[in-house]
């Protein structure tokens, strides 16, 4: 084949450019720290990169998610567990008062003291995660126990103004949590009929009104109703106990599966730098050694070495 | 005898003039694009005849020197031809290599943070967040803020493709024009190369001006070219004889009645004729891909990723309940259709837009999933007639709730009227019905002007008096939303993981994927294509690169070859002229004889 002198210069141009260009993706792949910056890098990695940070992201919200169901949880377990020493101390109360040796104004006292977990029962009862009542059911923005009051000020009636509504948290790809414990349910407000006429307050109230009356011939009766109260209440604190418990495994898990998929996140995405770098260097070398043999390549002609 | 030795001196020494000047021009154009290296072709003169005493008038020849006969260029068409082949593939595989990266980088990086794929992300956990706490305004806030990037994004992704459409639709009238620019200079070539051509010469730079022309055109456009007897060259596209000698036939881009430019030629009857884009080939059928197919399908995919979410979010949406109750509304608009903005139907990438209704009131996003009851009757009444209206309540309810109960009646009082009816967890129809009573007739205004009463399943309102005028009457019973309820928030984000329905490419069938799978094979394929298209361009590349080294090969000027010419036709030069010396000698000598 007729070399010229054009079709070398050419050539060292088109080679030298193919260099750098070379050069230039293995530069922008070291800086980065990105083996793969635009879908046409890796077609296939950039689908899977995709898919993985959703997952990751969805994995970040579920893990919140989880959080916030613990929060609720905690908030629901500790007035639970006040709840149930409430009522212990209602227990002591009734059985200090059905034995028969405290006169009138003992009675008077032991009645005064059960109005008043009375009132911190419905303060209990009203119990506020961040914003939200959380014995509510999904009327969360009233409070689930709203009371009536006489003159004095004493509680004589309680209602539940919450529903029966559920609230779910998601903490998995499509399994849900209902992380609320229902006040209806816990209050026995409703009156649940297979465990006899149990209305938390009503019987609390009956107590009291039995104390300040000094009638004492139906506190004995009371002290099983108080008993079949008092188990519900920690049956539901169980519930409660039970969803933390899984929760702690399901955040355990959470904190797992991200971590291997931001490994193969990394995988995918992230450049191997020992690689790059030794890449990098070959490109280099390479690209310093077409420049010199052009330079030598480039100048000579016959014209150097004719004399006129 | 000297005679003759002197003119064979003298045509030497024109005739390696002559190649000398040749030389020159060579190495003058040595780095010329397009020209071809050229040779003086040197004959020998014809012989004489020259009787002699052995010869008895038999010719012994003698030869008369050197004559310069033509100057040739060294080309070699049918390379020509493979370049230009090769050339409009590349020019073709070049724009659509430019617009899908141009594409790639409207789309964005892979990154987690920023792109329709984390906007997508961002809107569904929007939508979890919501359903946790929905009766937060900063939630409802959030999933307004997420939905309008979403938005926004899905608007200025839509917007910066079509403007890469309409680049690539004007650079097809710019290429139009640069082709009719080239084919007007090549029939101006052909009429001086005519000329040129009758009258003997050889006019090798305008052959190669016309070359170049012809190569420049390979990349835009696929021109048969056949060069006639006359060396003129006569040149079609498409079957269509666009250059003949000097008559021209201009292309023209003509705009369709989308805009979109087709590219006809005006053979001379006034009307333009469409061609087909595939015959045209070269740079002008790879902008009419790019613009046609590779862009647009991917605008089209955007546009079935807006409409398909858009839809499966309204239709969630519409059966929910907002915090004030509001249900039946779209979350997702056309946001161009300003007489209808809530028409839902044909959303696309480039009008979507979250309900402006739910802008201004966040309120009204339907994160609950409803209400035990609600029922509306409405009755237009005559004048003079007795307002009768009858609320049939459907069914009982499950929860306890207030149900929001509004009367609307022309001369009623304090018109419409609304009140909250408490009704709890069991209550039947028929007890509903008897609270809703209950509640109206313990309601001064309303209980002055009707008579309510309940017949076990139905609560009638009967006027007192009968209308004045003729009017509307309205009864509605709404359950009122939990605020704590987020189910059907909860559902809307669970859309995230569902197989949605989107419609494919060529409009029959679908496509079910999940709404961030249907966009990331969106994005792969682009990758492939992208990727091959780049491909395709360095092959052919390579390939053009290597047939115009072959050209080069054969017309190139080498400084090496040109300068062993030039000491060669120097050596010749000095030896004729030595001879002319030397027969000079010897006339003198002659004379010296004669006069001695």
Same mark, same amino acid.
């Given at each position: 084949m007729r070399i010229t002198q054009s079709m070398m210069a050419n050539n060292v141009l088109n080679n030298l450019s193919n260099d750098l260009q070379s050069m230039q993706t293995a530069e922008n792949q070291l800086s980065t720290g990105l083996a793969v910056t635009k879908p046409s890098d890796n077609p296939l990695a950039t689908s899977q990169i995709m898919s993985l940070n959703t997952s990751i992201s969805m994995q970040g919200m579920y893990y919140s998610n989880m959080q916030s169901a613990s929060s609720f949880l905690s908030t629901t377990d500790s007035a639970l567990t006040d709840t149930v020493s409430s009522l212990q101390q209602v227990q002591s109360l009734v059985?200090?008062? !059905?034995?028969?040796?405290?006169?009138? &104004?003992?009675?008077?006292?032991?009645?005064?003291?059960?109005? /008043?977990?009375?009132?911190?029962?419905? /303060? &209990?009862?009203?119990?506020?995660?961040?914003?939200?009542?959380? +014995?509510?059911?999904?009327?969360?923005?009233?409070?689930?126990?709203?009371?009536?009051?006489? !003159?004095?000020?004493?509680?004589? !009636?309680?209602?539940?103004?919450?529903?029966?509504? /559920?609230?779910?948290?998601?903490?998995?790809?499509?399994?849900?949590?209902?992380?609320?414990?229902?006040?209806?349910?816990? +209050? /026995?407000?409703?009156?649940?009929?297979?465990?006899?006429?149990?209305?938390? +307050?009503?019987?609390?109230?009956?107590?009291?009104?039995?104390?300040?009356?000094?009638?004492?011939?139906?506190?004995?009766?009371?002290?099983?109703?108080?008993?079949?109260?008092?188990?519900?209440?920690?049956?539901?604190? !169980?519930?409660?106990?039970?969803?933390e418990d899984r929760l702690n495994t399901a955040m355990t898990r959470n904190q797992n599966d991200n971590t291997t998929m931001t490994t193969a996140l990394s995988n995918l995405q992230d450049v191997d730098i020992d690689q790059a770098s030794v890449e990098f260097s070959e490109k280099s070398n390479v690209y310093q050694a077409a420049l010199e043999t052009a330079a030598k390549v480039m100048t000579p002609t016959l014209v150097d070495y004719l004399t006129t | 005898?000297?005679?003759?030795?002197?003119?064979?001196?003298?045509?030497?020494?024109?005739?390696?003039?002559?190649?000398?000047?040749?030389?020159?021009?060579?190495?003058? @154009?040595?780095?010329?694009?397009?020209?071809?290296?050229?040779?003086?072709?040197?004959?020998? @003169?014809?012989?004489?005849?020259?009787?002699?005493? @052995?010869?008895?008038?038999?010719?012994? =020849?003698?030869?008369?020197?050197?004559?310069?006969?033509?100057?040739?260029?060294?080309?070699?068409?049918? %390379?020509?031809?493979?370049?230009?082949? =090769?050339?409009?593939?590349?020019?073709?595989?070049?724009? =659509? *290599?430019?617009?899908?990266?141009?594409?790639?980088?409207?789309?964005?990086?892979?990154?987690?943070?920023?792109?329709?794929?984390?906007?997508?992300?961002?809107? $569904?956990?929007? $939508?979890?967040?919501?359903?946790?706490?929905?009766?937060?305004?900063?939630?409802?806030?959030?999933?307004?803020?997420?939905?309008?990037?979403?938005?926004?994004?899905?608007?200025?992704?839509?917007?910066?493709?079509?403007?890469?459409?309409?680049?690539?639709?004007?650079?097809?009238?710019?290429?139009? *024009?640069?082709?009719?620019?080239?084919?007007?200079?090549?029939?101006?070539?052909?009429?001086?190369?005519?000329?040129?051509?009758?009258?003997?010469?050889?006019?090798?730079?305008?052959?190669?001006?016309?070359?170049?022309?012809?190569?420049?055109?390979?990349?835009?456009?696929?021109?048969?070219?056949?060069?006639?007897?006359?060396?003129?060259?006569?040149?079609?596209?498409?079957?269509?004889?666009?250059?003949?000698?000097?008559?021209?036939?201009?292309?023209?881009?003509?705009?369709?009645?989308?805009?979109? @430019?087709?590219?006809?030629?005006? %053979?001379?009857?006034?009307?333009?004729?469409?061609?087909? $884009?595939?015959?045209?080939?070269?740079?002008?059928?790879?902008?009419?891909?790019?613009r046609d197919v590779g862009v647009q399908g991917y605008v089209n995919g955007l546009n079935q990723l807006a409409s398909t979410v858009a839809g499966a979010v309204n239709s969630l949406h519409e059966t929910g309940y907002g915090l004030d109750g509001t249900t039946g509304i779209p979350f997702f608009v056309n946001g161009s259709d300003a007489s209808n903005p809530e028409d839902p139907n044909n959303i696309t990438a480039a009008n979507i837009a979250v309900n402006p209704n739910i802008v201004n009131n966040p309120q009204q996003i339907a994160a609950s999933s409803g209400v035990t009851q609600s029922t509306t009757t409405t009755q237009g009444v005559a004048s003079g007639t007795a307002q009768v209206e009858t609320l049939a309540i459907e069914s009982g309810v499950s929860e306890n709730e207030a149900l929001k109960v509004v009367v609307t009646a022309a001369g009623m009082t304090n018109s419409p009227k609304t009140l909250s009816v408490a009704v709890s967890s069991g209550d039947s129809a028929a007890t509903v019905a008897g609270k809703i009573q209950t509640a109206l007739s313990g309601d001064s205004d309303v209980s002055t002007f009707f008579n309510v009463t309940n017949n076990g399943s139905d609560v009638v309102l009967t006027a007192n008096t009968p209308a004045a005028n003729d009017s509307t009457m309205n009864v509605s019973v709404d359950g009122l939303v939990a605020p704590g309820d987020g189910s059907n928030a909860l559902s809307i984000f669970n859309l995230n993981s569902q197989n949605l329905n989107f419609p494919t490419g060529s409009g029959t069938g679908t496509i079910s994927d999940t709404a961030s799978n249907f966009y990331g094979s969106m994005i792969s394929d682009l990758g492939v294509a992208s990727s091959q298209a780049g491909n395709d361009v360095t092959n052919q590349n390579t390939l053009v690169t290597s047939l115009n080294n072959s050209r080069q090969s054969v017309s190139g000027v080498s400084l090496d070859e040109e300068m062993t010419n030039m000491v060669q036709e120097q050596s010749a030069y000095e030896a004729a002229a030595k001879l002319v010396n030397v027969i000079a000698s010897m006339m003198q000598t002659v004379i010296n004889m004669v006069g001695g």
């Open positions: 059985t200090e008062g !059905a034995n028969g040796t405290e006169n009138s &104004t003992d009675l008077q006292t032991l009645g005064g003291q059960v109005n /008043q977990i009375i009132s911190e029962l419905v /303060q &209990t009862g009203n119990a506020i995660n961040g914003s939200q009542y959380v +014995f509510g059911g999904t009327q969360t923005t009233t409070p689930p126990l709203a009371t009536t009051t006489d !003159a004095d000020g004493n509680i004589t !009636a309680v209602t539940y103004q919450g529903n029966s509504g /559920q609230i779910n948290y998601e903490v998995a790809q499509g399994v849900q949590m209902p992380v609320n414990t229902n006040g209806a349910d816990l +209050f /026995q407000v409703t009156g649940n009929t297979s465990m006899g006429n149990t209305n938390m +307050f009503n019987t609390l109230i009956t107590i009291k009104n039995d104390m300040e009356n000094d009638d004492t011939t139906d506190l004995s009766s009371m002290l099983s109703q108080i008993d079949d109260i008092t188990t519900n209440v920690e049956s539901q604190q !169980a519930a409660v106990g039970a969803k | 005898m000297s005679d003759l030795g002197l003119s064979i001196a003298v045509s030497a020494l024109i005739a390696q003039q002559d190649s000398l000047n040749v030389t020159s021009q060579n190495i003058a @154009n040595a780095n010329t694009t397009g020209y071809s290296r050229e040779q003086a072709e040197e004959v020998t @003169n014809p012989s004489i005849p020259v009787p002699g005493l @052995n010869s008895s008038g038999s010719p012994g =020849q003698f030869g008369t020197g050197v004559d310069v006969q033509a100057v040739t260029r060294t080309r070699d068409q049918f %390379l020509d031809t493979q370049y230009r082949q =090769q050339n409009l593939l590349l020019g073709e595989s070049q724009q =659509q *290599s430019d617009a899908l990266s141009q594409v790639e980088t409207i789309f964005g990086a892979t990154s987690s943070t920023t792109g329709l794929n984390s906007d997508l992300d961002s809107f $569904w956990q929007a $939508w979890n967040t919501l359903s946790q706490e929905p009766e937060n305004l900063p939630e409802r806030t959030t999933v307004v803020e997420t939905a309008t990037t979403l938005t926004d994004d899905l608007q200025g992704t839509q917007s910066q493709l079509t403007t890469l459409q309409s680049n690539l639709n004007s650079d097809i009238g710019l290429d139009v *024009s640069h082709i009719n620019d080239d084919l007007q200079q090549v029939a101006n070539l052909n009429v001086t190369i005519q000329s040129a051509t009758v009258a003997g010469l050889s006019p090798n730079d305008l052959l190669d001006q016309r070359d170049n022309l012809l190569d420049d055109l390979s990349t835009y456009v696929n021109v048969k070219t056949v060069i006639n007897s006359d060396n003129t060259a006569t040149l079609s596209i498409g079957g269509a004889t666009v250059v003949e000698g000097s008559s021209v036939a201009q292309l023209a881009a003509i705009p369709d009645s989308s805009g979109n @430019n087709q590219v006809g030629i005006d %053979l001379g009857n006034g009307n333009s004729d469409i061609m087909q $884009w595939s015959t045209l080939g070269g740079a002008l059928y790879g902008l009419q891909q790019a």
